[in-house]
């Protein structure tokens, strides 16, 4: 199965009534750990890194991985470069082959998102490949470095905003926040009610990380088809190391290899459930 373009998946998606797990990675063993759930699942998929994380995983090392474990999976996976905030790393991603690029520009002043928007996507389009953008603004941040106030998306600028830039998907801003919930989340159902009878492109949801099985499926049944899953990776990945630790049993480094794979694997396996998307590759 080759390595596929996000609005590929994600049109297939918007047909289906589910959604695509956008899971973030940042080593070989969460990619084996996400490959091995969404095979087994029969399930499409979307592997992502975040601009923000690239200190511990340089994108010149850790994106041709992920590209060659999607051209090698036997279901389709789309390669995606999430909260893309520089042109230099997003033409790297695109270079490297990703095929998908979120510019990030939720924090700027609506005409310079839709500005600098529209040029990422003009320059996804040179390579083939898709463009994701923010409208209003998810709270916290990708990586828990900036406490960033939750702004909802407003249905009428989301309009305007994909109008403008023609984006391939569009994220949007609903109560949701990155990193772990302090509350459960009350997300603004209406917003993505409306929001979604307006903009005719799929909607992703960043911030999955806590949201409530129940929740996830309404947000899908209203017009969600992408979900990006960071923090609950990275902590069912360590979670499973210290539990295999605990219960003595890593007995050298590749049991801890092991041990990451399950927790990747675990996890992916969680939401592709409530994903619906099973059996959808
Ligand atoms: P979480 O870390 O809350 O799962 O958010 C992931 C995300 O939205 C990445 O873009």
């Known amino acids: 199965m080759p390595l596929v373009n996000m609005s590929t ?37 979307i592997l992502q890194i975040a601009e923000v994380r690239l200190n511990h995983s340089p994108l010149e090392i850790i994106g041709p991985l992920m590209v060659a474990a999607a051209k090698n999976a036997s279901v389709p996976v789309a390669v995606h470069f999430d909260h893309g905030k520089t042109t230099e790393k997003i033409k790297q991603a695109l270079d490297i082959g990703f095929t998908s690029v979120m510019f990030d520009g939720s924090h700027l002043p609506f005409e310079e998102n839709v500005r600098q928007t529209a ?43 994909y109008e403008k830039t023609n984006v391939d998907a569009l994220a949007v801003a609903i109560g949701n926040a990155h990193g772990n919930y302090k509350q459960t989340p009350k997300l603004r159902f209406d917003i993505l009610e409306q929001t979604a009878s307006l903009v005719k492109a799929p909607l992703v949801l ?24 960071a923090t609950a990776t990275f902590d069912s990945v ?24 399950e927790g990747a694997y675990k996890n992916a396996m969680k939401h592709i459930d409530v994903f619906g998307c099973s059996d959808k590759a």
Do not use: W
């Open 9 to 45: 998946l994600l049109s297939k998606a918007r047909e289906g009534g589910y959604a695509v797990g956008s899971f973030s990675i940042s080593n070989m063993e969460m990619v084996l750990g996400v490959l091995k759930a969404v095979e087994e699942t029969k399930s499409p998929a």
């Open 119 to 161: 040029e990422v996507k003009k320059l996804a389009a040179e390579y083939g490949a898709d463009c994701e953008g923010e409208i209003g603004c998810v709270g916290g941040s990708e990586d828990g470095s900036e406490d960033i106030a939750i702004n909802c998306t407003s249905p009428a600028q989301a309009l305007e905003f």
């Open 206 to 229: 960043h911030g999955g990380t806590g949201i409530l099985p129940d929740d996830f499926r309404k947000c899908i049944s209203l017009g969600i088809n992408k979900i990006n899953i």
């Open 238 to 261: 360590e979670q499973s190391v210290r539990a295999a630790y605990e219960n003595a049993e890593i007995k050298g480094y590749y049991d801890l290899q092991t041990a990451e794979v």
